[in-house]
């Protein structure tokens, strides 16, 4: 695929990722290309280069080629920081996007800017992308998306617009749980039992004020041999999710709820939602960057 | 203090620290020594010399003296596993020290075992010493003991015995989420605000499903600059208390509390306790340990 040229070119460039997509004159993916140098350990020189050994081949000489961008690449810390769009507003708007100034003059590259709340205080970048490109494929949408992951978001949507959204650091505290407290010795790094997980789940979604003690029962019950690895990490898991789920009932009592993540984390969102009395669908998370990035790329150049 | 001869030896051996102190004929300590040489950073074979060089002085050649030694150094990764007892039971019970053997005939070493629930699991090593002290105050205390550290436990003592308790990883949450997520971007290693603290102890006792959330909403605040790095800090510490305390409430709220810990600690206990409603008294933590191991020390050697 090497001599493939592209009309446009999409990136989505996390904290610690970058994929990059060549799209092709009607908007088909002509050829993919991946690195796991993220936002986090780049420094500000080098995100060009770094995006130029990656899509190099897909630039012609003879014309300017348009990258549209998501992600922690507009934080603070990245190329160019774009000013967060404040709710309630559309996901993506054209106005807003940030123009990264290059030396290569084939390419012309503009990042999406995250969206930020004011009260209470909370942020997101990348997940607006997302958002818009699930309603590219339902613009009436009213109703909450929920996007797992490291930091999961809960948003909001209605009439075209993020209305309002609530982070919970869910990913993050199972990641720090399970590497650094002393619940390490007691949990595999991989592998399932649901109904572990389904335990947990209904103990956290009943009793969250219990988590530290949840946590501590994990490591008790493994040293008095009653706990096998495999059952503490799914056990782990479902308790997480059981108190995020506890405190996201506002969102998701009253309203239609979508997924957005990876399948694994989807499929377990979706189980623990229809354990405690909810239901989600799921939504392609690479459809919905793809065209949550190509509404940005057409919002910018075919007017 | 070199030439002082102990008549007996106390010693608070826990998992990163050591602690020993000689005791004279009456009771009286006679001299202190404390080391870094924790049960974790120490093999089986280590315990003796380790031990040897921070008492040595306090030894005589010319009778055995008795040491009696509590926490994690009898753990299975100790130095002598020493088996749990069972709850309900005794803090101390003599017929269940268990013997370590030494090559220095000088020395005579016993350890407290730690104290076991079946149902539901949990495990404690240390804090049944400090009960077992409390109680020889009070003989007939009739409520709860709460010890708070990395490990907090809470304890339902009657009629001299432990009769159930819970452990709460609370201490070890704040560690690992102040050092490990992305929150030690915006917390501060030390300092203190009292209405940041009262703040997060509210937000975790009447929300706790919503922990995840509040620690993304630390780290928003702070990139949106409305949060210094002390507030964060006392927030954090208040919103996980505040969660501990709802989940315990079917401890404090029908039963007197009692705190043995760290003066800090415990200020910050019993000062949250008092704003969610109840109420508790502070108990000398080193008076409870040595209270305890003299309790061991007497029942193995007045009769």
Redesign the interface.
Known sequence: MNNVKATWIAADWGATHMRAWAIGISGDVLSYNESNEGMKDLQQDQFEPTLVRLIGNWIGNDKITPVMACGMVGA?EGWVETPYQQTPCVPINKNQLTAASTHDSRIQVNLVPGV?Q?E????MRGEETQIAGFLESDPNYDGIVCLPGT??KWVKVSEGKIRKF?????G??FS??S????IRHSIDASGWHQPSFEKGLMNGFE???????E???L???S??G?LDGKSARARLSGL?LG???????NYWQENPVVFIGSELLTKHYQKALQIVGGNGLSFNVEIATLSGLSSAYKQLHNN
């Open positions: 603070r930020m004011l209470p205080a909370d942020i930091h999961v609530t982070t919970f650091m869910t993050e505290l720090v749980i590497l650094n407290t002393l009793n969250p004020g219990l988590i530290a003690s946590l501590f029962s490591r008790a019950e040293i008095l009653e997480l108190i995020e789920l506890h405190g996201t009932q």
